[in-house]
T-cell receptor, first 109, second 115 residues
Framework: GQNIDQPTEMTATEGAIVQINCTYQ??????LFWYQQHAGEAPTFLSY??LDGLEEKGRFSSFLSRSKGYSYLLLKELQMKDSASYLC??????????WGAGTKLIIKP | DGGITQSPKYLFRKEGQNVTLSCEQN?????MYWYRQDPGQGLRLIYY???????QKGDIAEGYSVSREKKESFPLTVTSAQKNPTAFYLC??????????????FGAGSRLTVL
């Protein structure tokens, strides 16, 4: 079966750095996405990786290793507004998105 | 501004009633999707549509129905056959369905509660 694993919850301190991991087992691979979702709101797109390596976008970076079935989202200089759930999703060989359950990130002052 | 509008934001339903959730987009996207989100679970695909007048079942289509009569609109009906309909429903759209970098734009969601 297809599976996406990510931690249920993480806590970090304002101003610090946090890494949210995502491991996957899917039928084929056409890219990995990270979305941010504040409580009760719509998910918003953060990043897309299809090749191995690191993609950087301001305070957020996303890394992919296809051979290991592994990605992480790195958030730097954490702000209180970064408190949200972070969803990892993989597009399989049929262009269907498989979603992880999300990681709830709690930022403490 | 372009985007996706879902309505209503909150909806209460009695058991045995059908309800319809509205989803409208002005992004000129070909593909539209309905997802269900439950606590502790990933998003689950209910239905999707790649073009007008065509749609396909997702992983959990039982008890739901959709239509795609216009490019902009993709309403979801939750029927009385859906045994556990209380959930947060998300509508999304993308430029097209069959490309790798298929970024989804989501609506704000509709929270359905069955009394």
């Amino acid at each position: 079966g297809q599976n996406i694993d990510q931690p249920t919850e993480m806590t970090a301190t304002e101003g610090a750095i946090v890494q949210i991991n995502c491991t996957y087992q899917t039928s084929g691979f056409n890219g990995l996405f990270w979305y941010q979702q504040h409580a009760g709101e719509a998910p918003t797109f953060l990043s897309y990786n299809v090749l191995d390596g690191l993609e950087e976008k301001g305070r957020f970076s996303s890394f992919l290793s296809r051979s290991k079935g592994y990605s992480y989202l790195l958030l730097k200089e954490l702000q209180m507004k970064d408190s949200a759930s972070y969803l990892c999703a993989v597009m399989d060989s049929n262009y269907q998105l498989i979603w992880g359950a999300g990681t709830k990130l709690i930022i403490k002052p | 501004d372009g985007g996706i509008t879902q309505s209503p934001k909150y909806l209460f339903r009695k058991e045995g009633q059908n309800v319809t959730l509205s989803c409208e987009q002005n992004l000129n996207h070909d593909a539209m999707y309905w997802y269900r989100q439950d606590p502790g679970q990933g998003l689950r695909l209910i239905y999707y549509s790649q073009i007008v007048n065509d749609f396909q079942k997702g992983d959990i289509a039982e008890g739901y129905s959709v239509s795609r009569e216009k490019k902009e609109s993709f309403p979801l009906t939750v029927t009385s056959a859906q045994k556990n309909p209380t959930a947060f429903y998300l509508c999304a759209s993308s430029i097209n369905a069959n490309s790798g970098a298929n970024v989804l734009t989501f609506g704000a969601g509709s929270r359905l509660t069955v009394l």
